[in-house]
């Protein structure tokens, strides 16, 4: 088959939904479809761009290209589902969190005016229609699969993708928590910053890049944590493979979160996951006291969490051995025969 993915683009943004989507292209081709990646840049703010950006996608023809037929679609996160094709297949990694439960928080974007209050409303309409007409509804995992239908009333299968393919290994436990995300305010990477403050035996090294970044290293410069925390940016998939080998555990406890790579890619590496009990989709496969620790979501908690891991070897082994077992289950062989039948 001719298969298009659709992927909006926040420019020299790369992160998780990056990630998949272009392993998903590679996956497809793998596998004999002629599959190829549409994207189209995506800004939200201010005001009403965010319905204009959506738009955008609304008025592409993608069901032929160079005179061939494309034979289906699948679209991402918002807006690339607003696109139309008879047949459009939804993996939906999140929809416009803003106008739902980010709403009237500090994540969120529309104000009090009658004008941002309508926007919302036009968002959410938009979705009911864009998505209502996906032949196929997936979702990543469970908390966006609640978030679609309590917002919509869509009830979408949970379908959740593989980790990057990384030389995963375990090295042995290490004398480090591990953080890997993008740096953003909603990653709270902040709170495992602050754990390294309230213990002072706590080592911490944070992978990645991103906008929150800046505020992050002057925080831990604040504290005067001597060292403790690392900020290393991006790196490449073998030095990123040798951080998770080398820890004794890894920190991912965002709000809210959609799916979230992290956890699985610790599992892979045999380490156990710290995360928040309000962190939303890691909750599917971080449980308490049996592939990590789920923890409230206040930098002493996750001290606690971390320093027992760190001092109790055989349970941290244990729970990175539980992990890899569900993780091993995520498969692109079976998630692309899912997606496709």
Same mark, same amino acid.
């Given at each position: 088959?001719?298969?298009?993915?659709?992927?909006?683009?926040?420019?020299?943004?790369?992160?998780?939904?990056?990630?998949?989507?272009?392993?998903?292209?590679?996956?497809?081709?793998?596998?004999?479809h002629?599959?190829?990646?549409?994207?189209?840049?995506?800004?939200?703010?201010?005001?009403?761009?965010? +319905?204009?950006? %959506?738009?955008?996608?609304? *008025? $592409?023809?993608?069901?032929? /290209?160079?005179?061939?037929?494309?034979?289906? @679609? =699948?679209?991402?996160?918002?807006?690339?589902?607003?696109?139309?094709?008879?047949?459009?297949?939804?993996?939906?990694?999140?929809?416009?969190?803003?106008?739902?439960?980010?709403?009237?928080?500090?994540?969120?974007?529309?104000?009090?005016?009658?004008?941002?209050?309508?926007?919302?409303?036009?968002?959410?309409?938009?979705?009911?229609?864009?998505?209502?007409?996906a032949?196929?509804?997936?979702?990543?995992s469970?908390?966006?699969?609640?978030?679609?239908?309590?917002?919509?009333?869509?009830?979408?299968?949970?379908?959740?993708?593989?980790?990057?393919?990384?030389?995963?290994?375990?090295?042995?436990?290490?004398?480090?928590?591990?953080?890997?995300?993008? +740096?953003?305010? %909603?990653?709270?990477?902040? *709170? $495992?910053?602050?754990?390294? /403050?309230?213990?002072?035996?706590?080592?911490? @090294? =944070?992978?990645?890049?991103g906008?929150?970044?800046d505020?992050?290293?002057?925080?831990?410069?604040?504290?005067r944590?001597?060292?403790?925390?690392?900020?290393?940016?991006?790196?490449?998939?073998?030095?990123?493979?040798?951080?998770?080998?080398?820890?004794?555990?890894?920190?991912?406890?965002?709000?809210?979160?959609?799916?979230?790579?992290?956890?699985?890619?610790?599992?892979?590496?045999?380490?156990?996951?710290?995360?928040?009990?309000?962190a939303g989709?890691?909750?599917?496969?971080?449980?308490?006291?049996?592939?990590?620790?789920?923890?409230?979501?206040?930098?002493a908690?996750?001290?606690?969490?971390?320093?027992?891991?760190?001092?109790h070897p055989?349970?941290?082994? %244990?729970?990175?051995?539980?992990?890899?077992?569900?993780?091993?289950?995520?498969t692109?062989?079976?998630?692309?025969?899912?997606?496709l039948?």
């Open positions: 088959m001719r298969i298009a993915v659709c992927r909006p683009q926040v420019p020299f943004a790369h992160g998780g939904a990056e990630i998949f989507t272009d392993e998903l292209v590679a996956q497809l081709r793998a596998r004999g002629e599959a190829d990646l549409v994207s189209v840049p995506f800004k939200w703010y201010p005001g009403a761009r965010v +319905l204009t950006q %959506a738009f955008l996608w609304r *008025l $592409l023809d993608l069901e032929e /290209a160079d005179g061939r037929t494309i034979d289906m @679609v =699948v679209a991402t996160k918002f807006p690339s589902y607003v696109v139309r094709h008879p047949e459009k297949r939804v993996w939906l990694v999140h929809q416009f969190r803003q106008a739902y439960e980010l709403d009237r928080t500090d994540l969120g974007q529309f104000g009090e005016s009658a004008e941002d209050r309508a926007l919302r409303r036009r968002v959410q309409a938009l979705d009911r229609v864009a998505l209502g007409e032949t196929r509804l997936f979702a990543t469970g908390n966006v699969a609640g978030r679609l239908e309590r917002s919509t009333g869509l009830v979408a299968e949970v379908l959740p993708h593989p980790a990057q393919e990384l030389p995963y290994r375990n090295d042995g436990h290490g004398d480090f928590v591990l953080s890997v995300n993008r +740096l953003d305010r %909603a990653k709270r990477i902040d *709170l $495992l910053v602050e754990a390294a /403050a309230a213990e002072s035996s706590l080592r911490v @090294v =944070v992978a990645g890049d906008p929150d970044r505020r992050l290293e002057q925080l831990a410069r604040s504290l944590l001597d060292g403790r925390v690392t900020f290393t940016g991006r790196v490449p998939g073998d030095e990123l493979a040798r951080l998770y080998a080398t820890c004794f555990a890894t920190f991912y406890a965002p709000v809210d979160e959609d799916f979230g790579l992290g956890p699985y890619e610790s599992f892979l590496s045999g380490k156990p996951v710290i995360t928040a009990a309000d989709g890691p909750l599917d496969v971080v449980h308490d006291g049996a592939t990590g620790l789920v923890v409230d979501p206040e930098p908690a996750v001290a606690r969490a971390a320093v027992w891991l760190r001092d055989h349970e941290a082994e %244990a729970f990175g051995r539980a992990g890899n077992a569900i993780a091993a289950e995520v692109w062989d079976r998630a692309i025969g899912r997606l039948a």
